[in-house]
């Protein structure tokens, strides 16, 4: 079988050293630059090219190689509660199997690789004894990040009127208004400058008035 894999890539590694020996076990460190999107996108993740710790420990057994490993990184997000920037450090522990293209799930000789096509759709598979790490390593930072990422636990949040930060104001407030009340203030407040504009045109008469008077 050919492969599309480049060895080349920090996150494709070979199982060659293993030897197709079931019971044989290779043990990894390596730290790679983060590809770009990882995490959550628009809430947390982390950088493009930032240093992503791998921990590796590739087992071989009979339908393929067994790779346990864990991911260790600082990923950048927003509060959302605050909107506050903050950094997180995510540890992402992941298992996936690397089956052989040849071989059926109990390991045996598969007569014709990829036939069934609804069980092969969710298998990883090895190629030419390359297998690339990225697209589990995405999936467990993923579930390794929190969905709503907040600064502090207890972080209050933002001032729904004016939108102050109010962890640094703990005493901000507003005076409360009953919205029932909201008109009828209004109203008086029109009534009240109508009877001010009424008096000033009285008052503006009767200066009138009395100079014909005179």
């Known amino acids: 079988m050919s492969t599309h894999l480049d060895h080349r890539n920090p996150l494709v590694f070979d199982t060659h050293e293993l030897g197709r020996r079931p019971g044989a076990?290779?043990?990894?460190?390596?730290?790679?630059?983060?590809?770009?999107?990882?995490?959550?996108?628009?809430?947390?993740?982390?950088?493009e090219g930032a240093p992503v710790e791998l921990d590796l420990r590739l087992e071989s057994v009979m339908e393929g190689v067994l790779v346990t490993g864990t991911a260790r990184a600082s990923a950048k997000g927003e509060c959302v509660r605050?909107?506050?920037?903050?950094?997180?450090?995510?540890?992402?522990?992941?298992?996936?199997?690397?089956?052989?293209?040849?071989?059926?799930?109990?390991?045996?000789?598969?007569?014709e690789p990829g036939d069934d096509a609804e069980d092969d759709e969710d298998r990883l598979f090895l190629e030419d004894g390359l297998f690339?790490?990225?697209p589990v390593l995405r999936d467990a930072v993923v579930l390794?990040?929190?969905?709503?990422?907040?600064?502090?636990?207890?972080?209050?949040?933002?001032?729904?009127?004016?939108g102050a930060r109010l962890a640094d104001d703990p005493d901000h407030h507003h005076d409360a208004v009953?919205?029932?009340?909201?008109?009828?203030?209004g109203l008086a407040e029109s009534i009240q400058d109508g009877e001010k504009d009424e008096m000033s045109g009285a008052e503006a008469q009767a200066g009138?008035?009395?100079?014909?008077?005179?």
């Open 208 to 214: 009138v008035d009395e100079k014909q008077e005179k």
């Open 144 to 162: 390794a990040l929190p969905m709503q990422p907040v600064c502090q636990d207890d972080c209050p949040g933002l001032c729904s009127q004016c």
């Open 25 to 47: 076990m290779q043990r990894l460190s390596r730290s790679v630059e983060a590809p770009k999107d990882l995490g959550i996108e628009g809430v947390v993740g982390v950088p």
């Open 82 to 111: 605050c909107l506050e920037p903050l950094d997180l450090e995510v540890e992402a522990d992941f298992q996936e199997m690397f089956s052989y293209p040849d071989a059926d799930d109990r390991g045996r000789p598969a007569a």
């Open 178 to 185: 009953d919205i029932r009340w909201a008109a009828l203030q």
């Open 132 to 134: 690339d790490l990225e």
